[in-house]
């Protein structure tokens, strides 16, 4: 039976920086490499929140992006 494992995770905020001169919405993402893979998704949220309220910005999306290796 195939079994996965995380081997390394990702924080990846995502704010919303205004309009360009055609209307389309732009974006700036900031991202965070070596997150504890059993951070919980309240424990990423939370620290989310807090970087966010430092940044100019307002913060749109939060995504947390997990590399998992494939193993029988």
């Known amino acids: 039976m195939a079994q996965t494992l995380i081997q390394n995770s ?4 995502i704010f919303e920086l205004g309009t360009d001169e ?8 900031k991202n965070f490499n070596n997150i504890k ?3 919980t998704a ?4 939370s620290v989310a929140q ?3 309220s430092l ?6 999306q939060v995504e947390r992006n997990d590399k998992h290796l494939l193993t029988n």
């Open 10 to 13: 990702q924080l990846r905020l």
């Open 55 to 60: 940044q100019i910005y307002p913060l749109t």
């Open 42 to 45: 309240e424990q990423l949220l």
């Open 50 to 52: 807090a970087i966010a």
């Open 37 to 39: 893979t059993s951070a």
């Open 22 to 29: 055609n209307g389309k919405m732009k974006y700036k993402n």
